[in-house]
């Protein structure tokens, strides 16, 4: 089995829709031979990141830049994963109420330290999420799960 880990700040009912939608593709059926774990951002550790194969994060904009839960998230892991987790791939949603610029810039400067390899293009949603807005969490979720399967 692989494992796909999504580490994800769902502080509101919009940020839940999407986190729902992402597990829902990320575990759909059609993919085969990977496990899923969630772990809220303040809860997550070095050793879950390690133990990943690929890794999902979710999160509000907040002050122009990641939540500071997601930003905790990477402070706790960056050293301790820093060598053993290059090329870890990886896909992110965002959901704002007006500007997601900062976070995106602050997501690619963090990943880039760590030598992450995007899977996709980051999923940026303000306002309430729609159906397609939904339907484009779920295929991140199946596109990355789908990158691990056998
Ligand atoms: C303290 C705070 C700062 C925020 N800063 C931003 C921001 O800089 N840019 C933005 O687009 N949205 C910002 N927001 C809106 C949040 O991203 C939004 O509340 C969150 O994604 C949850 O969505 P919802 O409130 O529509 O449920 C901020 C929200 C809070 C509480």
Redesign the pocket.
Known sequence: MRKLLIVHHT?????QAMYEAVRSGATTDEIEGVEVVSRPALTASPVDVLEADACLLGT??????L?GALKHFFDQVYYPCLEATVRLPYGAY???????T??LRALESITTGLKWRSVLPPVVI???PGKTDLEACWDLGATVAASLAT
């Open positions: 502080p509101s009912p919009a940020l509000p904009v907040n002050l122009g830049y939540s965002l959901h704002g109420n007006n500007d997601a900062g976070a303000t306002g309430e």
